[in-house]
């Protein structure tokens, strides 16, 4: 079992950067694909990023790709995202997930969450 938790959310005006950690509990965390949803006020829970248990292969949603990146750390059992030119539509709660299916996009994919960890940027 993995437990995860959230770190680094606040407030940031458009056009800042903030860097998300999430940290795991256990020995198993370079086992997982670990990823991060993002759930904003009204709308459902949405893929953000991905990145596969050795850390060698990235994915992103469309419209985070190339302002987002996703990394990890399999010794210090931490997964990051770093965020770049935020805007004022990236404001949401941010989880981190664990998981080993293929369907990486999904909620399907992952067994374990974190709590979250709200991200507010102002315009």
């Known amino acids: 079992q993995v437990q995860l938790v959230e770190s680094g959310g606040g407030l940031v005006q458009a056009g800042g950067s903030l860097r998300l950690s999430c940290a795991a509990s256990?020995?198993?965390?370079?086992?997982?694909?670990m990823a991060w949803f993002r759930q904003a006020p009204g709308k459902e829970r949405e893929f953000v990023a991905t990145i596969s248990a050795s850390g060698s292969i990235t994915n992103y949603a469309v419209s985070m790709k190339g302002r987002f990146t996703i990394s990890r750390d399999n010794a210090k059992n931490t997964l990051y995202l770093q965020m770049n030119s935020l805007k004022p539509e990236d404001t949401a709660v941010y989880y981190c997930?664990?998981?080993?299916?293929?369907?990486?996009?999904?909620?399907?994919?992952?067994?374990?969450w974190g709590q979250g960890t709200q991200v507010t940027v102002s315009s």
């Open positions: 256990g020995r198993t965390f370079n086992m997982y694909r």
């Open positions: 997930a664990a998981g080993t299916r293929n369907n990486y996009y999904s909620d399907s994919g992952y067994d374990y």
